[in-house]
């Protein structure tokens, strides 16, 4: 199993970043793939999640309106479009695998109990 995150960078505060999530190894629409974050001396948190089998998603408070997620199943790849960002979104962001049921409309599992993940990407927004 490999994740592989790709795209971020530096930008400015109110700019725009993609995040991409490249997955191989297992069957893709039989998980769910979340987006997590973590910031300098703070806990990882959850940000957002997808279902690739039917495109369900759940958006975190901090992100919604914000952040969107998207996937192509004939890639294996899932994508997080991050517009208006902030400086509070700088942190290394990391996709990871779970069962398909971790994540619904209604929320999605705790970051211990995914059990793959990739290496992360740095997301660093000035202001």
């Known amino acids: 199993v490999q994740l592989v995150e790709s795209g971020g960078g530096l930008v400015q505060a109110g700019g725009s970043l993609r995040l991409s999530c490249a997955a191989s190894?297992?069957?893709?629409?039989?998980?769910?793939i979340g987006w997590f974050r973590q910031a300098p001396g703070k806990e990882r948190e959850g940000v957002l999640c997808?279902?690739?089998?039917?495109?369900?998603?759940y958006y975190s408070d901090p992100v919604k309106g914000r952040f969107t997620i998207s996937r192509d199943n004939a890639k294996n790849t899932v994508y997080l479009k991050m517009d208006s960002l902030k400086p509070e979104d700088t942190a290394v962001y990391s996709c990871?695998?779970?069962?398909?049921?971790?994540?619904?409309?209604?929320?999605?599992?705790?970051?211990?109990?995914?059990?793959?993940w990739g290496q992360g990407t740095q997301v660093t927004v000035s202001s």
């Open positions: 990871s695998a779970g069962p398909y049921y971790y994540c619904s409309a209604s929320g999605f599992r705790s970051r211990d109990e995914w059990h793959y």
């Open positions: 190894g297992f069957s893709f629409t039989d998980e769910s």
């Open positions: 997808i279902r690739p089998i039917d495109g369900t998603t």
